[in-house]
């Protein structure tokens, strides 16, 4: 794997694809109020199984993190502990229960419980909940490439240089 530098604006080039994930999860998503250093996420790059989504944070075209001291660390952090989530998608695909993993091994419920909920076509709300009562950095993740990787109108975020982790030998650009 390779750690490159690219343009969140460009995500509709380097993020994955995979025409078997459904259409309402295709395409690239900006965190919108995600207080941490991590921007787009590209539900396309997870494994797939027609209920359940599974997917590394550091896995190849799939997050970037913010080009800065801060993306740089949490990057780190996921790497090393091999953080992953399980995304298990209700009838619809309106509500989403979020799994997270460290190193292959589920995090209790009590600890962390996150989940999404489907607001319309281009949004989905994010909430965290930890130790079973605290509600912390919920956002709103809003599609900004739609499936053909054309812009969604009237959708802004920021456009700026992040990290992204891309196959060795794939194309892109420089190597860090």
């Not at 494994?47 to 997050?63: A, I």
């Not at 912390?136 to 490439?145: E, H, K």
């Not at 499936?147 to 060795?168: I, K, Q, S, T, Y």
């Amino acid at each position: 794997m390779q750690v490159r530098k690219v343009r969140t604006e460009d995500a509709d080039k380097w993020m994955g694809r995979n025409e078997a994930v459904p259409e309402s999860l295709r395409g690239v998503f900006y965190m919108d109020g995600n207080p941490q250093p991590d921007d787009l996420i590209c539900f396309e790059a997870g494994n797939w199984d027609g209920k359940e989504l599974v997917m590394l944070v550091c896995g190849p075209r799939c997050w970037s993190f913010q080009d800065n001291w801060k993306g740089r660390l949490l990057f780190w952090i996921m790497k090393v502990l091999r953080f992953g989530f399980r995304f298990h998608f209700e009838e619809g695909l309106k509500d989403v229960s979020i799994t997270p993993y460290v190193r292959g091994v589920r995090m209790p419920e009590w600890l962390v419980l996150f989940h999404m909920v489907r607001i319309d076509e281009d949004r989905w709300e994010r909430n965290n909940i930890f130790f079973g009562f605290w509600r912390l950095a919920n956002y709103m993740m809003r599609r900004i490439f739609d499936a053909e990787r054309r812009p969604v109108p009237g959708v802004d975020f920021p456009h700026a240089d992040c990290l992204a982790v891309f196959e060795n030998g794939s194309e892109g650009p420089p190597q860090l």
